[in-house]
């Protein structure tokens, strides 16, 4: 089976190429990514744990799911595709905000996205894929910002940067 490939960008998100995925972040290339955070109507975001096998942030908690998108799929199907495979359910969603970070690894490997953030609301239970999440929890927002002060290594990398810049964007 060939490897996945990303979608090579530049800094304004206009497509420059294609690469393998993991080639993308052995070499740290720039490429399109997105984030989904699902809320339900006490305002909590759904958590996820990754699958203690993952290649790179194993047993970690992150947002609802994250990804790449394909050639030729929108944000917005790559994230509702994504969120089926991962939490095992579908729901409306819109896009926000986005950005570029950078976040190396202990492994070589380095994320440098360019990250749509994804959101959406859902009520029930999900149903995950063990492949991909070990667990997960619904957490209010501030009680995330606290627990990332307080246990900064339970949390993935990039997780830590991109709650970080949705959260003062939902504070404006």
Known sequence: ???????????NDNQIGLM?????HQKAILHRAFSVF???????????????????SPRLWTNTCCSHQREGETTLQAAKRRLQEEMGFETELKESIWFIYKAPFDNGLTEHELD???IG?????PIVNPNEVASWKWMKLEAIVDDI???PESYTAWFKIIFDKFYKHLSQ
Do not use: C, T
């Not at 089976?1 to 800094?11: G, P, R, T, Y």
């Not at 699902?38 to 290649?55: M, P, S, T």
């Open 1 to 11: 089976m060939e490897e996945e490939k990303v979608i090579l960008v530049d800094e």
């Open 20 to 24: 393998p995925k993991q080639e993308a």
């Open 38 to 56: 699902i809320f339900n109507d006490k305002n909590e975001l759904l958590l996820q744990q990754r699958a203690f096998n993952k290649y790179h």
């Open 116 to 118: 749509h953030i994804v």
């Open 121 to 125: 609301n859902y009520n029930d239970d």
């Open 149 to 151: 002060k307080k246990h």
